[in-house]
């Protein structure tokens, strides 16, 4: 059963940086392209970035273009979302998902990283 | 970016009941159109990818229809575990979009 596990939340002024983790274990972790997802407090998913398998493409939300950077170890199976210049309405919850099917299908998901951004 | 429109945005029926939800493109994506259901607290979970394929260990009652700009998510005979968020998302180019949500609530 593919698992997938989020770390690295927490509060954090404006302005600053985190980064989040996301460990996958039970599947072959480098077929997988993965996505970041959140979901601000009360409202609907909003898709943030993408990293193929081989970890060779990303793609960024016009929203986090130029602040967020997207990653992954396939050695570790892990995937990374360094986050910086964070703003007030970066707070949400974050998710890792994937599939193994397409790049920007989400078969899997983790159970979510909360990020706060708040002075 | 394609839009995606939910509707109806909340929904209440009763257990039991068999219930449609619609979502709609902006522009065309063939079928490559996904479902999700979320429960409070939880991560969505995938139901349907491909306009009408059933996930692996997704009950039969749930099923998906429609090609191009217009699909629907019909649930059947809804039991209490069925009340929850549902989210359609177009995979067909970046960036990938999600509809609004659709609140399906106990009558």
């Known amino acids: 059963e593919v698992q997938l596990l989020e770390s690295g939340g927490g509060l954090v002024q404006p302005g600053g940086s985190l980064r989040l983790s996301c460990a996958a274990s039970e599947f072959t972790f480098s077929s997988y392209a993965m996505s970041w997802v959140r979901q601000a407090p009360g409202k609907g998913l909003e898709w943030v970035s993408a990293?193929?398998?081989?970890?060779?493409?990303?793609y960024y939300a016009d929203s986090v273009k130029g602040r967020f950077t997207i990653s992954r170890d396939n050695s570790k199976n892990t995937l990374y979302l360094q986050m910086n210049s964070l703003r007030a309405e970066d707070t949400a919850l974050y998710y890792c998902?994937?599939?193994?099917?397409?790049?920007?299908?989400?078969?899997?998901w983790g159970q979510g990283t909360l990020v706060t951004v708040s002075s | 970016d394609i839009q995606m429109t939910q509707s109806p945005s909340s929904l209440s029926a009763s257990v039991g009941d068999r219930v449609t939800i619609t979502c709609r493109a902006s522009?065309?994506?063939?079928?490559?159109l996904a479902w999700f259901q979320q429960k409070p607290g939880k991560a969505p979970k995938s139901l349907i990818y491909?306009?009408?394929s059933l996930q692996s260990g997704v009950p039969s009652k749930f099923s998906g229809s429609g090609s191009g700009t217009d699909f629907t998510l019909t649930i059947s005979s809804l039991q209490p575990e069925d009340f929850a968020t549902y989210y359609c998302?177009?995979?067909?180019?970046?960036?990938?979009?999600f509809g609004q949500g659709t609140r399906l609530e106990i009558k």
């Open positions: 998902a994937g599939s193994n099917y397409d790049s920007i299908r989400f078969d899997y």
């Open positions: 990293i193929s398998g081989s970890g060779g493409s990303t």
């Open positions: 491909a306009a009408s």
């Open positions: 522009q065309g994506i063939s079928n490559y």
């Open positions: 998302q177009q995979y067909n180019s970046y960036p990938p979009t």
